[in-house]
DNA sequence: AAAAAGATAGTAATTGATTACTAACTAAAC
DNA sequence: GTTTAGTTAGTAATCAATTACTATCTTTTT
């Protein structure tokens, strides 16, 4: 289950990296509500009360893995996004890095869709929204810049794009989730883009007044 | 917060009745996975004790609680489907009755989604994943139908097609929650869907050999 | 270089709070 | 007056967090 051979007296920084790569390979298999310190601890090797010389509560955990993440997921948008000049490619490529991430990290997903439902604002969910935020904004950009250069067409509607992109990651998780098979997203992802694709790139007439549904 | 008023003495089949609406009210401002049954109890002016004369234990209660889920859904997406005979438009009405449901109770989904992740199945889990599976066939059927009819390609993926329906509603869910604001679901429903249908109706070649991007 | 001293990391046991669930008792309904 | 519904007061288990103690690594002193 837990390849880490014991390793014993890590220093503090790196003990703290292992503690949340361990939460975040728990996630991949356990509701993240119901990790308990007990099973992180068990998990990395180590006695539960020795987390807390780490952290100062387990909210600081959460915390941590929310930056990790956060961090590391638009890391690779980004990298993917580098030296591609169509915006809509760049969508495709952005797109295409979030599914690989995901399929590599399972726990992700999970932590953070299910931190955005909290009621009361903690300091973890708090980064789960700024990552949503954020990644919401290079969307927007990035759709923006496709009106721009006439890829897309001007009465999309940005804000409906984006709902419908994070929707698409969250359809095939889920989908993934229900199958407990990761590898299964990888192999939908392209086909479920490229309906996306088509849906933005064809031009809409805007359709004001009347649904005209028959 | 709670609408009704001090009714004492139901008989058992209205209590769990009542039990089922107050989780589902609750479910709507608080994290499903830590709804307690004190809590649940509380919501209805009812001592914690007394919910365990009218259900065994707590999944029984989440059980009840999919099962009501499942029943209304599929009733008012079935209800919507009636007498339109383009699978298109069906499609179309079984979204916007979907988002309906979803805006009236915003729990439901919270729950839903929150159940399929768990690991072991509980009774209340395989509720879940037979309402998602019930779901989707009904979907995979009308794309079918959409294909047979002329209105949808030969080559659209139904399996794609039906996780970016479903990623639709959960993406537009996710983002109401964040802004803490269901009306917000219902003005931007259309326009998603509106999205996802030119992405459907298209045409796809097939792109057999060779991405041909760039 | 060896010993002493201090700092750092981890253990094992325990804490108080919260949880689902139970049982003995009481009030209401038919 | 018996059945049904609800209350009150518990239980055992589990959780995050704390405590007193031990082990290991690092620095200083001689």
Known sequence: MNTNVRQK????????????????????????????????????????????????NKDAIWQAVMKWVAERLLARIDKAAEGVTSPLETMQAMFHAHVAFVAEHPGAPRMLFGELQGAKATPAKLLARELMKQYAARLSRLIEAGKACGELPDELETKSATTLFIGMIQGLVMQSLIAGDMEQMRVNAPHVFAIYRRGIETAQPANRGGEGVS
């Open 9 to 56: 007296n890590l220093p503090a920084e790196e003990r703290r990296n292992v503690t949340v790569e361990a939460v975040v390979e728990l996630a991949a298999h356990t509701n993240p509500s119901d990790i308990t310190t007990a099973a992180i601890a068990k998990h990395m090797n180590l006695t539960q009360g020795a987390l807390f010389r780490h952290f100062p």
